[in-house]
């Protein structure tokens, strides 16, 4: 299993970024998939998530109204739009698989598989 994160860079506050996180060796159409992300000095945090088996969506607070993750099941991937990006959405985010029941649940050990992470640093 493999997952590719992509998409991430530095942008001013206000802008907008879209992750994806493409898969091999998974279908992640079976499977509930999440944006995590990480600050320095921070723990892992969940940011969102998506159960690919029923379609729903996951955020936490801080994302609310700003964030939104969506499947392509077409091309193995998810993504996360961001939208009104602060400065406080900085750090380096990671997509990861679970098993469905997993889904809206967002402890770290929850998840099977982990990509590599990408960037986004959100600075004026």
């Known amino acids: 299993v493999q997952l590719v994160e992509s998409g991430g860079g530095l942008v001013q506050p206000g802008s907008s970024l879209r992750l994806s996180c493409k898969a091999s060796?998974?279908?992640?159409?079976?499977?509930?998939v999440a944006w995590f992300r990480q600050a320095p000095g921070n723990k892992r945090e969940g940011v969102s998530c998506i159960d690919n088996s029923d379609g729903n969506t996951y955020y936490v607070e801080a994302v609310k109204g700003r964030f939104t993750i969506s499947s392509d099941n077409a091309k193995n991937t998810v993504y996360l739009q961001m939208d009104s990006l602060k400065p406080e959405d900085t750090a380096v985010y990671y997509c990861?698989?679970?098993?469905?029941?997993?889904?809206?649940?967002?402890?770290?050990?929850?998840?099977?598989?982990w990509g590599q992470g990408t960037q986004v640093t959100v600075s004026s």
């Open positions: 990861a698989v679970g098993m469905p029941r997993v889904a809206g649940h967002f402890g770290p050990n929850l998840y099977d598989h």
């Open positions: 060796g998974i279908t992640l159409g079976y499977f509930a």
